[in-house]
């Protein structure tokens, strides 16, 4: 049994099973969501309910942190029953939202003025690897809070790597989603060019999967492409806000400028989708 505290705030599609892995691993589990329905199924499990975010960091030693953007991080941080508002010292907050690097610098900042240290620790993976434990976890902060929260880091993901000071987690994450959204609209291209030339797509699949060029990503998006499957594991809507976040973090390379262009136009129609229901924008 671990009897490290730990408070969950946010339960959408990885919070969930991300806290979940924390439950099975033998921590005492605390949720707070905004959404009220989602705690019942961290409740049935083990965990308890915390009312606010305030209470939670009362309750609990170390604060975990998976919300959608950086208004979210403001609000659990600052709002009326916000972190903040407890005046506590001695926890630890990991943030493992994908926002920008100055919200998370702005808000390392006031924790260490209340005598608490914070992690920026984005994840690379979505749903399933989140359920398997199998996540790519990339940290920003000071050595000696990476090293104590790092047993935790480690019943979340397969590798836990810390890459800077605080705001760099958030950098990284940045930079590999650039590439995501670079590997999303290439695969749409390459099946639409395939399409066009009478090549099946399962062919053009196929011959991509046992390349040089095959990787999880490519399988399974395209087994949605194939099923017509646009359901969100990951979805368009947040690579649109991420590009946002890079862009304005000076991201201004010739693909990175089509990728933003091509996912900012397509969220409008698609955001709630997949990310790869973007070959619906590059195929119109």
């Excluded at 991300?18 to 005492?28: C, D, E, F, K, V």
């Excluded at 499990?45 to 403001?74: H, R, T, Y």
């Excluded at 990476?146 to 979340?156: S, W």
């Excluded at 639409?192 to 053009?204: G, R, V």
């Amino acid at each position: 049994m671990n009897t490290t505290k730990i408070g969950w705030i946010g339960l959408g599609n990885m919070g969930i099973p991300m806290s979940q892995q924390l439950i099975n691993a033998g921590y005492p589990l605390t949720v707070y969501n905004r959404s009220k329905a989602k705690e019942a199924a961290l409740k049935a499990i083990g965990a308890a309910i915390a009312p606010s975010p305030k209470e939670l960091i009362q309750q609990n030693e170390v604060i975990f942190i998976m919300v959608s953007n950086d208004e979210a991080i403001s609000d659990i941080f600052n709002g009326k029953d916000g972190l903040l508002s407890a005046k506590v010292k001695g926890k630890i907050i990991i943030n493992m939202s994908t926002v920008s690097p100055a919200i998370s610098k702005e808000m390392g900042a006031l924790c260490r003025e209340q005598g608490s240290d914070y992690l920026d620790a984005p994840v690379s993976g979505s749903v399933k690897q989140a359920q398997d434990g199998t996540l790519v976890i990339m940290a920003g902060g000071t050595s000696a809070t990476f090293e104590q929260a790092k047993p935790i880091l480690e019943k979340l993901g397969k590798m836990v790597l810390l890459v800077g000071e605080i705001g760099a987690g958030n950098s990284a994450k940045l930079a590999i989603n650039t590439l995501l959204s670079f590997h999303a609209q290439g695969l749409a291209e390459t099946v639409l060019f395939a399409q066009q030339n009478d090549i099946k797509t399962e062919d053009m699949l196929t011959i991509i999967n046992n390349s040089a060029l095959g990787n999880v990503f490519g399988k399974i998006k395209g087994d949605a492409i194939l099923d017509d499957n646009y359901k969100a594991a990951f979805a368009l809507k947040h690579i649109a806000k991420d590009l946002r976040l890079a862009k304005a973090e000076g991201l201004n390379s010739p693909l990175a400028k089509i990728a933003y262009q091509t996912f900012q136009e397509a969220e409008a129609q698609h955001g709630e989708e997949d990310i790869i229901a973007v070959i619906k924008q590059v195929g119109k």
